[in-house]
């Protein structure tokens, strides 16, 4: 059987948190999810391999995924084959010495931590591949590119439920500082609906009042 995994990540930099989504497909149905990370990471392709295994994790606890699946893994990040497939390993640059409030033995614990966690993921990718005999294959895609295709919508919903688990395990607000230009389309929206909600109730009485429907995160 076939199947299709798409998965996204979303990070803090300030506080290490994160969170993942993913969108798995086969003929037999789809299977959508997403949560918070168990580790801290800065590290935006240790974090993308992470979501991509939480998303195979996802397909196995569903029963999408069965033993001997052909499993095709798209993401927006090159560097997640290359970390899942033990490629890839985080070095101390001599960028990084050579900023004015470096710390050298910060930077090296840093790293060690990133490769800390590379390891984990790497095993753990490995054990599932070989215990469900999964035959992996790789494509990557152009991320956040505010098209209306299927492939396009299904990154942004990823993106979207990532940066919602972020913000969550963060513990801040999910209303953001808006822009004038986005304060401006609000107050023009909320003028619509006024007018709307109230041509309804004076056209037909039995017409329910104009409501906001907000949908749920899965």
Not at 81 to 93: D, G, H, M, P, S
Request: net charge positive.
């Amino acid at each position: 059987m076939n199947v299709t995994l798409f998965s996204d990540a979303s990070l803090c930099s300030h506080t290490g948190k994160g969170g993942w989504a993913a969108w798995l497909k086969s003929d037999e149905g789809t299977v959508r999810g997403g949560g918070s990370f168990r580790h801290l990471t800065i590290d935006t392709g240790v974090a993308e391999a992470m979501a991509a295994v939480n998303g195979v994790h996802l397909g196995l606890r569903q029963g999408l995924i069965r033993r001997g699946c052909r499993l095709l893994i798209q993401t927006d990040n090159n560097s997640v084959w290359q970390i899942l497939e033990n490629q890839i390993r985080r070095k101390v640059t001599a960028r990084s010495l050579r900023r004015e409030d470096a710390d050298p033995a910060a930077i090296e614990r840093d790293v060690d931590h990133r490769n800390m966690l590379i390891d984990l993921i790497v095993a753990r990718f490995a054990d599932l591949v070989s215990r469900f005999e999964l035959e992996v294959r790789w494509r990557h895609v152009k991320g956040h590119r505010g098209k209306t295709d299927a492939r396009s919508a299904v990154n942004t919903y990823c993106d979207q439920i990532a940066r919602a688990h972020m913000e969550l395990a963060r513990g801040v607000s999910k209303k953001r500082r808006l822009s004038r230009k986005q304060r401006l389309r609000k107050a023009m929206l909320d003028a619509q609906r006024k007018k709307a909600a109230e041509a309804a109730s004076n056209v037909v009485a039995f017409v329910p009042p104009y409501r906001q429907v907000t949908a749920a995160v899965a």
